[in-house]
């Protein structure tokens, strides 16, 4: 279970898929957040025999703000209603876990993994939660001390949990996500109908969308249209912003312009748009970059500054450090409006720093995560099967 992001959902979803490999009779339950605006991807997936959805409530934390948040009455009053919420999931957690018996519960994060891991654990229902960040988000961090067993990105020392209870499996991303080569780059190229000698730049803010970004994008492209005449534009805008955006390009763009950007919501085969791309600028939520680590791509990323922890800053600045991606700050987008497209084209210009680039956020993958979580969940659902297994006289 998870919810609230597709950084928490297409993890769900890859493990999913390796469990069914590995065990096919498996049931495979996914319980999500009332209201989640992504939730349907699961619900949908062949993976999940069944979803359920419960309330959760967020306490709402803004990177860098301090205690200049406490005195922010909506704010406040919003944190207020969203702890009636969880003790409303927890009582639906409750019931819907007793009915449902399930041998482990794997929680991805969000705050929806807070009512289902303390009703869990006052079930006894072992769970693993799992931890794609440097830093541990709030919901995993109140739920860990009942939890079998915690799966990170990282080396198991980054993080305070219980070393002997820690395992190391990186982020896990869907099968269909693997090394691009020259020649498969222009396979996904050939499928999405474009042009293999021309340039593809792909921009994806998230399932939801990042509209900071998706109006700093749309400034840069503008004018990389009329840079590179062989350029053409998928642009990921998110669900909620699909229609701005639309709207956004047809005033602002020449109809000869217009079709060479492609506008869409949220992107269920995403791995071709990635893959067929010579450039791809994102934020840095740990899901995105470990795909695109698996697939070797060189990357612009736009950190969001306000997220609590700060980790999508602390992620883009560790790759910045390794050379591993382009780190474009909000900062500097409103500094510089022209600051994305000039970087933009600065790689579109270099092949050797986007080689470079690409193969040392590659250094990062980590392919077989979600085939190792699917055979971590198992084998600690069988040991605790055994544990309370009933012996024979």
């Keep these: 279970m998870g919810g609230g992001s597709g950084g928490h959902i297409t993890p769900l979803l890859a493990v999913a898929s390796e469990l069914k490999k590995e065990q096919p009779d498996t049931r495979v339950v996914y319980i999500g957040q009332t209201g989640d605006g992504l939730g349907d991807i699961a619900h949908e997936h062949p ?5 359920y959805t419960i309330r959760a409530g967020k306490l709402r934390r803004y990177h860098g703000e301090g205690l200049r948040q406490l005195l922010d009455i909506p704010t406040t009053l919003k944190n207020i209603r969203d702890s009636l919420y969880v003790l409303a999931g927890l009582v639906q957690s409750w019931r819907l876990l007793r009915r449902l018996a399930p041998d482990m519960i794997f929680i991805k994060g969000g705050f929806v993994g807070v009512p ?10 072992p769970y693993i939660t799992h931890d794609s960040d440097a830093l541990p988000g709030l919901a995993n961090r109140i739920i860990a001390r009942w939890a ?12 305070d949990y ?31 109908g474009l042009p293999e000698e021309g340039r593809l730049l792909f921009i994806i803010g998230g399932g939801l969308g990042a509209q900071r970004v998706n109006l700093a994008a749309a400034e840069a492209i503008a004018h990389l249209l009329q840079e590179y005449r062989d350029l053409q534009v998928v642009h990921g805008v998110g669900r909620a912003n699909e229609e701005q955006m639309q709207t956004l390009y047809t005033t602002t763009l020449s ?9 869409k919501g949220y992107i269920t085969d995403a791995y071709i748009y990635s893959g ?53 700050t909000e900062q500097e987008l409103q500094d510089n409006p022209n600051v994305l497209a000039a970087r933009t084209s600065e790689l579109f210009k270099d092949s ?18 979600a085939k190792q979580l699917a055979t971590l969940l198992l084998k600690e659902a069988k040991n605790t099967q055994k544990a309370h297994a009933i012996p024979k006289e």
Excluded: W
């Design 148 to 159: 079998v067993a915690h799966a990170v990105a990282l080396p198991e020392e980054v993080y």
């Design 116 to 125: 289902v891991g303390l009703a869990a654990a006052s079930l006894k229902i």
């Design 162 to 192: 219980p070393i002997d209870k820690t395992v190391t499996v990186g982020v896990p991303v869907a099968a269909t996500y693997v090394p691009v080569s020259a020649e498969l780059q222009a396979k996904y190229k050939r499928q999405l």
């Design 255 to 263: 109809a000869a312009e217009q079709s060479r950007v492609e506008v």
């Design 47 to 51: 993976t999940v025999d069944e979803s």
């Design 276 to 328: 067929a791309a010579d450039v791809i600028i994102t934020r840095a939520g740990a899901t995105q970059m470990a795909e695109f680590a698996v697939q070797g791509k060189p990357c612009i990323v736009v950190p969001n500054p306000v997220l609590a922890g700060g980790h999508q800053l602390k992620n883009a600045k560790y790759l910045q450090d390794k050379n591993a991606a382009v780190l474009v």
């Design 352 to 369: 050797a720093k986007r080689r470079q680039l690409a193969k040392n956020l590659a250094a990062f993958a980590h392919p077989a995560a």
